[in-house]
């Protein structure tokens, strides 16, 4: 049946056909059965504020489809991305474990569908199903590894390209399956982030961003259409990013 | 939190002989000054629980240590690695006379795969690391600045 805005909502946890490449849904029949009844789905348009960093912590959320941009404030008041999460991740996990507010604002990067779950539904179910609290610890090592390559990165104090080639790169890493791709070596992504919040990311301006963007493209590194951006020389990415 | 509140909370649940059996295992150890606990890139061993003490921990940038800062009893070391059977991203050096905890590796796992009621205390400590690891990006984040911002002659 055709849906509204080709949204596909994901109604029913046991039914989805996602979730055995998911980290978090991966679960015991008995536990999504659980999950499926305390959940409340929703589905949000781009740019919508799932959670707001310093709010109480009211629950967790799993993106179902979907990215969202994790992001907090610095000392200085700027806005740092902290990264961005893909469909199969809880968002707000760590606020709600520790009963503490949340730690950083969710926004969404695209029409998005999510189930919350209430910060103490959340915990019963944890105590209630050991395998969910240990794929929560397989998020959270996760989240921490990619926490400490954030930090490694700040040390590095390394040049605006080479920071953006990093993006590039981890991007690349979830490519999209285009019909009628010809050449293997060239690698699709959707980016939804404008050119200010990857200069977030990278920690320099819009107009850095944008220069830099064009100095790829003029090397054929790189190709813009839209939300779709193709990798054209991965190896010259790689070799400008020294760590 | 203090050390004895961490095991508390780690073991909470477990039947009481499981718990006698960890209880061989652990080994209160103290050391001196400047002891190297954890090395980054290292796969530890043992769980070590702070006891006494503080401790700086740092990652290694470009072969250098960047100080993440000073953490005192009751932290956890060594667990995000263990679980995920990855080299260490941090190192802890004792920065006074320490008193430790240690839990050897195997006997931990057995313990959580025998008792996975124990992985939401596990949560609870990663939660910790994750918050500490948020609050260096927020406190350090980049700042935007106009050096080096253009692709390297050689590079082209």
Not at chain 1, 83 to 101: C, D, F, H, N
Not at chain 2, 13 to 32: I, N, S, W
Not at chain 2, 76 to 88: D, E, M, N, Y
Request: charged share 20%.
């Amino acid at each position: 049946m055709p849906t509204a805005y080709n949204f596909h909502i994901i109604q029913d946890c046991l039914k989805c056909t996602f979730r055995e490449h998911r980290l978090f849904c991966d679960l015991p029949r008995e536990a999504l059965s659980k999950l499926q009844s305390i959940k409340a789905t929703s589905v949000y348009p781009k740019g919508t504020l799932l959670c707001l960093e310093g709010q109480a912590a009211r629950g967790v959320y799993i993106l179902c489809t979907g990215r969202a941009k994790l992001s907090t404030t610095s000392s200085e008041g700027k806005s740092i991305i902290l990264r961005i999460a893909e469909a199969g991740e809880v968002l707000g996990l760590t606020a709600t474990m520790s009963k503490t507010p949340y730690e950083a604002t969710v926004e969404t990067l695209e029409p998005s569908q999510a189930n919350f779950i209430s910060h103490l539904e959340f915990l019963r179910f944890l105590e209630e199903y050991p395998a969910v609290s240990m794929k929560v610890a397989q998020q959270l090592t996760h989240n921490c590894k990619c926490a400490y390559n954030e930090i490694r990165s700040i040390g590095l104090s390394n040049s605006v390209p080479e920071r953006i080639a990093k993006l590039l790169l981890s991007w690349a890493e979830h490519p999209l399956d285009l019909p009628g791709k010809k050449k293997s070596q060239e690698i699709a992504i959707r980016v939804t982030l404008t050119q200010g919040e990857i200069a977030q990311f990278a920690g320099t301006s819009r107009e850095t961003v944008s220069r830099v963007l064009s100095e790829f493209k003029k090397k054929g590194w790189l190709r813009i259409k839209g939300a779709t951006w193709v990798v054209l020389n991965k190896p010259a990415l790689e070799q400008l990013v020294t760590t | 939190m203090t050390s004895s509140d961490v095991i508390k909370d780690l073991y909470a649940g477990l039947p009481d002989k499981l718990r006698q059996e960890l209880a061989v295992h652990e080994q209160a150890v103290t050391v001196p000054e400047g002891t190297a606990l954890l090395q980054c890139g290292t796969y530890p061993q043992q769980l070590i629980i702070l006891h006494s003490g503080s401790v700086e921990t740092s990652v290694l940038v470009a072969g250098k240590p960047l100080s993440l800062g000073v953490a005192g009893a009751g932290r956890v070391f060594g667990l995000q690695s263990i679980l995920a059977k990855t080299p260490t991203d941090t190192s802890v050096t004792c920065l006074e006379e320490c008193q430790v905890i240690l839990v050897p590796k195997k006997a931990f796992l057995d313990a959580l795969r025998r008792n996975p009621q124990m992985y939401l205390a596990v949560a609870k400590l990663l939660s910790v690391d994750l918050q500490k690891a948020h609050g260096f990006l927020r406190r350090n984040g980049r700042r935007p600045g106009r050096r080096g911002t253009s692709i390297p002659r050689s590079r082209k």
